[in-house]
Every structure is written in structure tokens, then in C-alpha cells.
């Protein structure tokens, strides 16, 4: 067995000490006699993995009291419709910031059910750096602001929560930045975010919301697309994700075990900066185009001066062991994706790769 770097933007890198937990496990959980995955979601093997997971998380994030965890099926993307449907009056007002594509797919998702408002739009630029929330063109009557703390794919990040000047609750999108940093949760009406980049496996998605929400009444739904009854059913109102939920939950004891978000701060912080330092400073072979301010600390797209490198590039650096650092096809180019799984040695890595590269092609 031979496990490489892997720079996948999601899903992605997983936590080896979790796969090799989750191996071990796979057919016999705790002295059962079967999997995790083969038990009832009600019955007291998995409730305890659920309890377990749910308690992790509430520390790992600092999540108070008087907001609901939510773990459910659907991605961030179903997320995005449901808040509208359960947040949202028919046709009352949203206000969206756009930074990106994923803040674009949010607006769409929203679209049938709300008057969804460009507050603020960083596009005209190319998507390279974040409007500045002091910008922000806010409306008195919106259910809530949207934005999206780290896009993805465009490689740009918000560095702070914005300080916005309402009562209008802040729904945020943080699918690929999430524990990745502390974060003061009591900012937030709702964090939604897909496991699949720094939490886990595809196949669940986490959402917090602060349980006055909860009394809005929204629009008409489905009880399976209703947030209250999934926080009254405690993510089980139908057969919930367990093998997802079950792998989260392994990832937020390692991630605690590790030092918490506090630790993983540290550690993104060194990776990013010697990643950018490398792309900065080679002389312009690499180029990075985001706003310096704006750089995200977790997913890092860059080009090559000459793009006919580009092939070649994706071809050494795979022998090199780093894997799937093509750019996603929307920019081109690289992305390097260095989640909180993304260890230190990993990044160094790829930095030497990039700098002997540079050197026989420069
Ligand atoms: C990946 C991603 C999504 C979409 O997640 P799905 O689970 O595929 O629906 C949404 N927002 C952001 C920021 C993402 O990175």
C-alpha cells in the first residue's frame, strides 16, 4: 500500500488515523459482531456514534447551547434551498453576497422561493478578491444575508465574520473552511457546510441554526424538508447517513485529539503561507491572482506562467506522489486543496516539487 499527498478539493484527504480506525472497525464495531453500518439507525450502537459525534462537534466548534446541530443527507447544496424554505417568507427578500461560484449556486438554489438580492458582488473582478462588507448594499426587509466564508473554487476567502450593521441574521456557507479556525458561532443565524471537504465523507452535511429561527414559519414544505422536524427528530426523521455520520464523527475526535481548531489554525496558517511564499516567490513561473487580503488559507488555485506546462506539471507531479492538483475546469490551471487532513509534510512537498520544476522548465 502506498498512500500519496492528495490535493483534492473534495471529496478529499481524509485523516489516515481514521481510515485505518474505520478499517479496523468495518466489520466488527465494539465487539458486536457487525458493522456500524449494518446496525439500526435507533438502536443503541449507532445512537451512541450519533451522540458522540454531536457532543464532538458542539466542542470542536464551540457551538452554545441555544443553536441546533443538525446531520443530515443532501449536501450544502440542498442545504441552500431548505434554508429559504424554512427561513424565508414566499417571495421575501435575501441578500446574497457573491464571491464566487459557490455564492452564485446558493442565490440559484434560493431562486424559486425568495427574492434573492445581489448585496454585494466581487464578479466584475474576476471573483479575485471579497467585497468588502462595508460595502455591502443590505436591505431592511431581507430574512437573512447570505455569503460564502470560503469559495471553493475561486480560491478567495472572507478572513473575518463580517460586521454587519442589522439584526438580520448571517447564513453562511462554510463547506470548506469549517473547523478549520475558532469561530464565534453566536454570529450566526446558520453555518451550513458539506462534510466532504474538511469534516468527513460525502453524504452528510452539518447545519447549525440558532434556535429562535426555528419559529419562523417559512413557506409551505414537506415535514422532510422542515428543519424543526429534523431537530425534533434529532437528524433521524428518516434513515440518516450512518457510515458518513459514523466517519464524521472519527474525524472530530481526531481533529480534537490534534489540539482542536485552535491547532489547526496554526498548522493551516504555516501551510498556506509556505505555499504562497513558494507560488510569490518563484519569480513569476507560478502566479496566484487573488487579492492578498482575500487569499483563502484552504484552497490554493495558481497557474503556470505557460499553460503548454501545464500537462506536464499535472503529469511529474503525480509521479511525485501529490496527487489531483488539476484546476477546476470553470479557472484552469492548479488548485492545491489543504484542508485541515492536508498534513504540513504534504505542502512542503509540493513546494519542492513546484521549485524543481520551475528549475528544469524554467
Ligand atoms: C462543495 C461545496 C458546496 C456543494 O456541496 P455539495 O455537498 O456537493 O452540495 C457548496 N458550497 C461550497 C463552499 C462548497 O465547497
Keep these: 500500500m502506498s498512500r500519496v499527498f492528495n490535493f483534492s478539493a473534495g471529496p478529499a484527504t481524509l485523516p489516515e488515523p481514521v481510515l485505518l480506525q474505520a478499517r479496523d472497525e468495518l466489520l466488527d464495531w465494539n465487539g458486536v459482531g457487525a ?9 443503541p450502537e449507532f445512537m451512541q456514534v450519533a451522540a458522540q459525534a454531536d457532543a464532538d462537534l458542539r466542542t470542536l ?10 446531520f443530515l443527507a443532501g449536501g450544502a447544496t440542498t442545504a441552500q434551498a431548505l434554508i429559504a424554505l424554512n427561513f424565508a417568507e414566499p417571495g421575501q427578500a435575501v441578500d446574497y453576497v457573491v464571491s464566487g461560484h459557490w455564492s452564485k449556486t446558493a442565490m440559484k438554489q434560493a431562486g424559486p422561493y425568495v427574492t434573492a438580492r445581489v448585496a454585494a458582488t466581487s464578479e466584475e473582478g474576476g471573483f479575485r478578491d471579497v467585497p468588502a462588507p ?23 476567502e472572507f478572513h473575518d465574520v463580517p460586521d454587519i450593521d442589522t439584526k438580520t441574521p ?10 478549520s479556525e475558532p469561530l464565534d458561532v453566536s454570529r450566526f443565524g446558520v453555518i451550513y457546510a458539506g462534510a466532504q471537504k474538511n469534516l ?3 453524504g452528510v452535511s452539518v447545519v447549525i441554526i440558532r434556535r429562535d429561527l426555528l419559529e419562523r414559519s417559512g413557506q409551505a414544505r414537506a415535514d422532510i424538508l422542515d428543519y424543526r422536524s429534523h431537530v425534533r427528530g434529532e437528524s433521524m426523521l428518516n434513515t440518516p447517513p450512518t457510515w458518513n455520520w459514523y466517519l464524521a464523527g472519527l474525524v472530530f475526535r481526531w481533529m480534537l ?16 503561507t509556505m505555499l504562497y511564499e513558494a507560488i510569490d516567490g518563484s519569480g513569476g513561473f507560478y502566479r496566484n491572482e487573488i487579492a492578498v487580503q482575500a487569499r483563502s488559507r484552504m484552497n490554493v488555485p495558481f497557474f503556470l506562467h505557460d499553460e503548454r506546462l501545464d500537462a506536464a506539471f499535472l503529469a511529474e507531479s503525480k509521479q511525485a506522489g501529490l496527487l489531483a492538483l488539476k484546476g477546476h475546469r470553470v479557472l484552469g490551471g492548479m488548485r492545491a486543496s489543504i484542508y485541515n487532513a492536508m498534513p504540513e509534510a504534504g505542502v512542503r512537498a509540493l513546494v519542492d516539487f513546484m521549485g524543481d520544476f ?5
Design 134 to 156: 462595508a460595502t455591502w448594499s443590505l436591505s431592511p426587509d431581507a430574512a437573512y444575508v447570505h455569503y460564502t466564508a470560503n469559495e471553493t473554487i475561486h480560491g478567495v
Design 170 to 179: 448571517l447564513v453562511a456557507d462554510f463547506s470548506s473552511s469549517i473547523a
Design 358 to 362: 520551475a528549475r528544469r522548465h524554467g
Design 200 to 202: 468527513g465523507p460525502v
Design 61 to 70: 466548534l464551540g457551538v452554545p447551547d441555544d443553536y441546533a446541530v443538525l
Design 257 to 272: 485529539d490534534q489540539g482542536g481548531v485552535a491547532e489547526f489554525a496554526r498548522r493551516n496558517a504555516r501551510k498556506a
Design 35 to 43: 458493522s456500524i453500518i449494518e446496525l439500526s439507525h435507533r438502536g
